[in-house]
């Protein structure tokens, strides 16, 4: 019998890439006769680069819900439903943290599943803040005292302004005309704003991970960051100098952590691979409660699943990750997926980070934002 090789495509980083990495291992132990090579790219150039150019040459890629829309509307991927694996995706949907396995359906079929949750948290050095900040005001004065810092590249500082409005139930991307209402608009990115003016400059060129590692690694780092997406990674012991204790992220008032805007990752299957059997066996034993709870998390995953963020085990790893967030992630919103929300993705990031910067003023920056959304809406 033949050797089958899969290829697959994930990103760089240790949640990424070692738990592909250690999952292929696993499972071409258990069927002899498959092997899995998993590659990597940064996280912005597998952002950058189209899912239809990927699909031509990785049987297996690990995704981000945005793309959905775009999928479903080319065929890149094939989706998982009607495939033999229905009793196992039902189990998936049970399982699910918040809308992380919804998030991959899209026109009635599932393009991928959930092996990877996140959503903006919050994170704060247990050395130096006893607990983080549960209302957005409490995390202005932390700010104004120089203890906070938070991820502010592009991408980082679109999320944020949206999560902040939907807090609010300020709607996003509901109106044909507007991607926010005027003064929902003009009243989030001032909040953002005056909380801008207080942060190191160094802010607008972190990302998460950068936030992370500065929080993490240096002895006189901020205290505090109330939004970026979470990595049990830093609240492993051994990952970095002074692990990193997450929590939910501050809301307006009383309105707790709703609206921050759900991440992670999913597993898709190549419209194009020569054996779609074989990869989805492996994408379904990758998400299942099985793996995600053990290997998965063991070799530096953050699961998707359910059953892994209530396992004790799992937090007890990560000083109780899991149940710390879970609040927020199981309220987190679903961003747009319609086919053209990832140009609009990629190109208001820079809009939103130029007047947190002072660069643009707010009216121009809300004309801009509007433009770009009409423009991918068409």
């Known amino acids: 019998m033949a050797e089958i090789t899969l290829r697959g495509m994930t990103w760089d980083h240790a949640r990424g890439y070692d738990p592909m990495v250690a999952t292929a291992t696993e499972w071409a132990r258990r069927n002899p006769g498959v092997r899995i090579i998993w590659e990597k790219r940064s996280l ?30 080319e065929g890149n991927l094939l989706a998982l439903d009607g495939c033999g694996h229905d009793d196992a ?15 991959y359906n899209f026109g009635g079929r599932q393009w991928g599943l959930a092996i990877d949750a996140a959503t903006p948290v919050a994170a704060f050095r247990p050395d130096l803040l006893d607990e983080a900040p549960t209302r957005w005001e409490d995390a202005q004065a932390l700010a104004a005292q120089g203890r906070v810092a938070f991820a502010l590249v592009p991408i980082n500082a679109l ?6 409005a939907r807090n609010l139930e300020y709607p996003v991307a509901e109106h044909p005309e507007h991607l926010l209402a005027r003064d929902h608009g003009a009243h989030v990115l001032g909040e953002l704003r005056a909380m801008a003016a ?15 590692d500065w929080l993490s690694g240096d002895a006189d780092a901020p205290a505090y960051s109330p939004f970026g997406y979470g990595y049990t990674n830093y609240s492993r012991d051994g990952y970095c100098p002074h692990p990193l204790v997450f929590a939910d992220a501050p809301g307006f008032g009383d309105n707790g952590p709703r609206g921050t805007v759900l991440g992670g990752t999913g597993i898709a299957v ?3 691979t020569r054996h779609p059997e074989a990869a989805m066996a492996y994408a379904f034993w990758i998400a299942g409660a099985e793996c995600q709870k053990g290997l998965f998390f063991a070799a530096g995953g953050q699961p998707g699943n359910a059953v892994a963020w209530e396992d004790p085990a ?20 679903l961003r747009p997926r319609y086919n053209g929300y990832m140009a609009l993705q ?18 121009t920056a809300l004309d801009t934002l509007d433009r770009l959304y009409r423009e991918t809406r068409a």
């Open 159 to 164: 999320m944020t302004l949206f999560g902040l």
């Open 44 to 73: 912005q150039a597998f952002a950058d680069r189209p899912i239809r150019e990927m699909a031509d040459t990785y049987d297996l890629m690990v995704i981000d819900h945005p793309h959905v829309g775009e999928v479903a509307a």
């Open 89 to 103: 995706l039902a189990a998936l949907a049970a399982q699910t943290v918040g809308q992380s396995h919804a998030s």
């Open 198 to 212: 207080n942060l190191d400059p160094r802010c607008f060129d972190c990302d998460p991970i950068a936030i992370y």
């Open 346 to 363: 990629d190109r208001a990031g820079d809009v939103v980070r130029a007047c947190l910067k002072g660069e643009l003023a707010v009216p």
């Open 314 to 333: 799992c937090n007890a790893a990560c000083r109780n990750f899991f149940t710390n967030t879970r609040a927020t992630l199981e309220t987190a919103w």
């Open 270 to 272: 190549s419209a194009r």
